[in-house]
């Protein structure tokens, strides 16, 4: 069966507008989203340090407290209540023969703050309680990640 021309320019019209507008959609919640992140500017969450501080976006951050491991050139790309990434540099001391005596290696990673919970007695405050760390470039099943809990401990109980 043959369409007549202006037929087939209606069908072509109306499928492409069916196909855009789910685009149109998704190009509006992103939109959305990207202006939720930037709206949201006032951190809702923190990650607590080796004294139980609490940080936001740190340049630098000790995971242990005895200074032989620590993140440094931190880059924060995201920061809001559920999570918070950054790419930047991890510091590790061999501490052979003693950690005084080490030597320091270093290597790129990608650092994930999440799970945020609210700190007990601080109606409002949360704060990350897991932390992974992302080696980008190591061979998968070759430790290409690290989970573990931030070294600060919040406030009182969960």
């Not at 990350?128 to 573990?148: A, K, W």
Request: hydrophobic share 40%; glycine share 8%.
């Amino acid at each position: 069966m043959r369409l007549p021309r202006f037929a087939v320019i209606a069908l072509s019209a109306a499928a492409l507008v069916a196909l855009s507008v789910p685009f149109a959609a998704h190009a509006a919640t992103a939109h959305e989203a990207t202006h939720e992140t930037h709206a949201s500017a006032a951190p809702s969450a923190a990650v607590y340090d080796c004294e139980n501080k609490p940080e936001v976006r740190p340049g630098t951050f000790f995971f242990f407290c005895d200074g032989s491991g620590y993140f440094t050139k931190l880059r924060w790309s995201t920061w809001n209540d559920r999570m918070a990434a950054a790419t930047g540099v991890e510091y590790l001391n061999n501490c052979e023969p003693n950690c005084a005596a080490g030597k320091f290696s270093h290597r790129t990673v990608d650092l994930i703050f999440w799970r945020s919970l609210p700190v007990k007695g601080h109606p409002g405050e949360h704060g990350y309680s897991q932390m992974t760390v992302l080696y980008p470039g190591q061979p998968v099943g070759n430790h290409n990640t690290s989970t573990s809990t931030p070294p600060g401990l919040f406030p009182g109980e969960f």
